[in-house]
């Protein structure tokens, strides 16, 4: 551990995800341990600009493992995007005598992580987001349980879809990637799954398969849409007028981003958070907490953020011959 490291800040940024709290309990127990105090800042960057910060200690995470949300607060704060902002933020840190930062969030909010190590203050992110879109990590915190959420939810609408013989657009979360639909459409089944990384917007495809699916004397046809392609509704409006079939638009929404995370949301969460206090107890700065090849691992955030992923081909064409459209 560092001598000069004796106190260490967590905060939790961007949109929620299920297991936030695993993750502020793992950095505060774990920093302890290692004998250096913790302080929670609330709302993300914007807390740290309005200091909003809170001395943590081993029983002001009890009972938090299981919770939704973050009880520390997010937020998106437009200041701390510019380097005055920035700099704000590392003054707040060193009048509060915080040596680093545990970044919980995304990409973005790795940005500001890189952009506060570079003002003197260390700091490690952790991936935290319901989208699975972080690149340098194969698991970001939050997936798992909004990804059940949303099949349980699916699967809800399948009953009600058979029994009136309509078509159900299932739009679900995920800003610009189609993880999240990728794993509802194979997990429920689904007859379409629109990705915005493979979509190439010819609709009268997906009419083709209704029509061919009803033929077959098919009672229902799921189509799950990501949010990175959006208009639901008026892509529904189409349908019904196309094909004569009544067609109904369900957008998820923010339902998937709440509730007690699953096992592996808290298991990534505990493992992640403890592994990036570590780091940050040991004096290291601007990394990030990854999952690679069953590995946890670290990499600097700059390679991290550089780095490409994509959805595997392999498991996109399994998704489509399992849903009779090839
Ligand atoms: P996520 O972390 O989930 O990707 P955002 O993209 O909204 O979510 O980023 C969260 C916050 O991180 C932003 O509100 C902002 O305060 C900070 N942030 C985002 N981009 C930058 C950047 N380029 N430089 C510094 N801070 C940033
Ligand atoms: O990044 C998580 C996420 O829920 C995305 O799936 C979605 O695009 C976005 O956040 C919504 O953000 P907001 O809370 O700002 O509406």
Redesign the pocket.
């Known amino acids: 551990m560092s001598d000069t490291i004796k106190t260490i800040g967590v905060l939790t ?3 929620d995800a299920p297991g936030m709290n695993a993750v502020v309990r793992a950095v505060v127990r774990k920093a302890i341990t290692n004998g250096v105090n913790v302080k929670g800042i609330k709302k ?2 914007q807390g740290l600009l309005n200091e909003e910060i809170i001395d943590m200690h081993a029983g002001s995470v009890a009972d938090i493992i299981q919770k939704g949300g973050t009880v520390l607060g997010t ?4 200041e ?2 510019t380097e005055e902002g ?1 700099k704000l933020g590392a003054e707040i840190c060193r009048k509060h005598g915080i040596d680093g930062i545990v970044v919980v ?8 992580a890189a ?1 506060l190590s570079r003002q003197g203050i260390n700091t490690i992110g952790v991936p935290g ?1 319901i989208d699975l879109d972080i690149s340098c990590t194969e698991y970001t915190i939050g997936f798992d349980t909004a990804v059940n959420t949303a099949m349980e939810a699916i699967d809800k609408i399948r009953d009600t879809s058979s029994s009136h013989e309509r078509c159900s657009i299932i739009e679900v979360m995920g800003r610009a990637a189609g993880y999240l639909a990728l794993w509802c459409g194979i997990a429920n089944g689904a007859e379409d799954i629109l990705l915005p990384e493979k979509y190439d917007f010819n609709e009268q495809q997906i009419i083709n398969n209704i029509i061919r699916n009803r033929k077959r004397g098919k009672t229902h046809h799921l189509i799950i849409n990501a949010e990175g392609i959006g208009h639901s509704t008026s892509m529904a409006r189409r349908i019904e007028a196309a094909t004569g079939i009544e067609t109904r638009a369900t957008i998820l929404g923010y339902m998937q981003r709440g509730g007690s995370p699953t096992c592996k949301d808290r298991y990534f969460a505990s493992v992640m958070g403890a592994y990036a206090a570590d780091l940050l107890c040991q004096g290291k700065s601007n990394r990030v907490v990854c999952y690679q090849q069953g590995q946890f691992v670290d990499y600097d955030i700059e390679e991290a953020l550089n780095m490409k992923k994509s959805i595997s081909e392999y498991e996109y064409e399994v998704s489509r011959c399992l849903s009779g459209n090839v």
């Open positions: 940024s961007g949109g993300g960057y937020a998106r704060c437009r701390f995007t920035q969030g995304g990409d973005g909010s790795y940005k500001g952009a987001t």
